[in-house]
Structure formats: structure tokens, C-alpha cells
């Protein structure tokens, strides 16, 4: 069990462009989740999947954020057009249905400059 | 929604000293989970604990769901105890999971 790993670590970019990361789960857990942390804050939630259904969106989510799990296994969340207040931790979890237990990644840092 | 209040934000401990950590919520949740972040970040899981209580080494955990709180006891504290301490809880009925505001400890050599 390898655990879940985010992709990349850090990603320094410039306003206005867009930024994808990806995320491996745990392999037999059917949920996953997106969190965003900023400095001296707890993490926050974005969005959560089961399977590849996206269930649940939180307001915190833009037209400029997207989150995809096809077939269920990784998940990809894009921002588009960067803006300097998207620069956080971004946080990947998942965990089993039948537990809730969640499980974290090591994060991918976003600058934006 | 659901609040999630810990107490104290922050807090200063002597190597060798023992500490309380609380979390108040606001509802019935399904789940409670205790994390560490470390200093690059990651989210180390303590104790999932929904209810009753745990220990792992000098680690322990209560949860009282009834009358919605869960404490984290920390004794012979060490300097790699220092970090934020998260508590996090999934409402009853609910799928995602809140954390409170964190507890910032710092332990002295």
C-alpha cells in the first residue's frame, strides 16, 4: 500500500495560466476528496467523489475549478486562469465508504506569482 | 453547517510536560479524526475516533458524541510533538469532512 500521492509537489506559475493536479488514492478506497489550505488556516473543503460520480461542490469552488475522477480511480483538479489568491496547499484524501477514515497526500504547494 | 472549535489555538509546553487538546462541534457526526500536521505540511493521522477512547504510546483520545467533544491528550511531550494538531469531523448524514482551526504547539527542549 503506497498510500496517496499528489503530482507535482510544487507548481510555481503566473497569473493567468492554467494549473492541473493530479491525484493516486489508496487503491481499494472509493472515495476521494479535495481540500485547500492557506497559511495559519485548516484545510477547506472543495470537493469529494465516489466512484466517479462527483457528489458534492463546495461554494468555494469557482467556474475556474474543475475536478474530474474517470473510472474512478485517480483525480485531476485544474484551475484555470490563475489568480494570485489561488496560491494555497492543495490537499488530496480518500477513504473507504464503509469506514470514513480519510487518509492525506503529501499536498502540491501552488504559487501563483 | 456544522462548527468545529478548538481550544487553546495555541499553545507552549516545556519538554517533559503533559496537554489537553479539545474539540468542540456542533452536531452529530459519524465520524472524528485527530491529525498532526507536520511542518512540510502532510496530515499525519492520530486516532479516528467517533467515540470512546484510544491510546497509541503517549497519545490518547476521548470522544463523548453525547455531549459533543473529543479530547487529545499528549503526555511527556517532545520537541517532535511540536506542529498543528487538527480536529476534523464528518457530520451524521453527511459525506465531508470539517476541521476546526487548529492547535499550534510548540514544545521546548
Known amino acids: 500500500d503506497t498510500g496517496v500521492s499528489q503530482d507535482p509537489r510544487h507548481k510555481i506559475t503566473k497569473r493567468g495560466q492554467n494549473v492541473t493536479f493530479r491525484c493516486d488514492p489508496i487503491s481499494e478506497h472509493n472515495r476521494l476528496y479535495w481540500y485547500r489550505q492557506t497559511l495559519g488556516q485548516g484545510p477547506e473543503f472543495l470537493t469529494y467523489f465516489q466512484n466517479e460520480a462527483q457528489l458534492e461542490k463546495s461554494r468555494l469552488l469557482s467556474d475556474r475549478f474543475s475536478a474530474e475522477r474517470p473510472k474512478g480511480s485517480f483525480s485531476t483538479l485544474e484551475i484555470q486562469r490563475t489568480e494570485q489568491g489561488d496560491s494555497a496547499m492543495y490537499l488530496c484524501?480518500?477513504?473507504?465508504?464503509?469506514?470514513?477514515?480519510?487518509?492525506f497526500g503529501e499536498g502540491s504547494r501552488l504559487t501563483v506569482l | 453547517g456544522i462548527q468545529v472549535e478548538q481550544s487553546p489555538p495555541d499553545l507552549i509546553l516545556q519538554e517533559g510536560a503533559n496537554s489537553t487538546l479539545r474539540c468542540n462541534f456542533s452536531d452529530s457526526v459519524n465520524n472524528l479524526q485527530w491529525f498532526h500536521q507536520n511542518p512540510w505540511g502532510q496530515l499525519i493521522n492520530l486516532f479516528y475516533i467517533p467515540s470512546g477512547t484510544k491510546q497509541n504510546g503517549r497519545l490518547s483520545a476521548t470522544t463523548v458524541a453525547t455531549e459533543r467533544y473529543s479530547l487529545l491528550y499528549i503526555s511527556s511531550s517532545q520537541t517532535t510533538d511540536s506542529g498543528v494538531y487538527f480536529c476534523?469531523?464528518?457530520?451524521?448524514?453527511?459525506?465531508?469532512?470539517?476541521f476546526g482551526a487548529g492547535t499550534r504547539l510548540f514544545v521546548k527542549a
Open positions: 484524501a480518500s477513504s473507504k465508504a464503509e469506514v470514513g477514515e480519510l487518509f
Open positions: 476534523a469531523v464528518e457530520r451524521t448524514g453527511g459525506f465531508k469532512t470539517i
